[in-house]
């Protein structure tokens, strides 16, 4: 049972355009939720993370949102960079329990 | 060096073959983490280990085992592998829990035939 889902396994965007990756999650007890990037050939890396008493995390060009009632989390890429181009994983935790569940994944690409 | 180092890096090995796959850090961390990467299905998690005494399973631990050498060593372990333990490894390590997210390997790519 797929408790963190990315339903959309690719993304194309153009360069400069914004770039919004989804996520939804079942469980209700996560409160802690974490986005991934992945290059070819090497680890996750993290890129940003969000608590559920806040609905919106900043940092430089990336944005993730938090809507608890819906149980949806997106992140924006704004403006988007051909080096964005990657894997991006969604990831939620609850905290104490110290593990993250993972989602599939959506590989995104920006196009010169 | 980089900070979580995973040996082998790509790996093909026969069906019942006994293979090991090994972690080392220089994070000084305490938890340690085995995922495995497979295409539509994310990174799943089959062991992970807070400290050396301590060693849990995660959701796909069957087929697995692993062992906490050290702080630094965590070591995961096929007993009997098998084709459908084809998939990309990943070894992670964590300070005080998720909060400050995960710092990954670069990963074992593992093929069994």
């Known amino acids: 049972d797929q408790q963190v889902k990315q339903n959309s396994p690719s993304l194309s965007v153009q360069e400069g355009r914004i770039s919004i990756l989804n996520c939804d999650y079942t469980?209700?007890?996560?409160?802690?939720f974490l986005w991934y990037k992945k290059y070819p050939a090497e680890g996750p890396t993290f890129l940003i993370s969000?608590?559920?008493?806040?609905d919106k995390n900043e940092d430089g060009r990336f944005t993730v949102f938090l809507n608890k009632s819906a149980k949806h989390l997106s992140l924006h890429i704004v403006p988007s960079q051909p080096g964005d181009s990657a894997v991006y994983f969604c990831a939620a935790s609850i905290q104490g329990a110290q593990k993250l569940v993972f989602g599939q994944g959506t590989r995104l690409t920006i196009n010169p | 060096d980089a900070d979580v180092t995973q040996t082998p890096r790509n790996r093909i090995t026969k069906t019942g073959k006994r293979i090991m796959l090994e972690c080392s850090q220089t994070?000084?961390?305490?938890?340690m983490y085995w995922y495995r990467q497979d295409p539509g299905l994310g990174l799943r998690l089959i062991y992970y280990s807070f400290d050396v005494k301590d060693i849990n399973k995660g959701e796909i631990s069957d087929g697995y085992s692993v062992s906490r050498q050290a702080q630094a060593k965590f070591s995961l372990s096929l007993e009997s592998a098998i084709p459908n333990q084809t998939a990309l490894y990943f070894c992670?390590?964590?300070?005080?829990?998720?909060?400050?997210?995960?710092?990954f390997g670069s990963g074992t790519r593992l093929t069994v035939v």
């Open positions: 469980n209700s007890m996560f409160d802690y």
């Open positions: 969000i608590s559920s008493i806040k």
């Open positions: 992670a390590t964590s300070r005080d829990g998720v909060d400050y997210g995960y710092t």
């Open positions: 994070k000084g961390h305490d938890r």
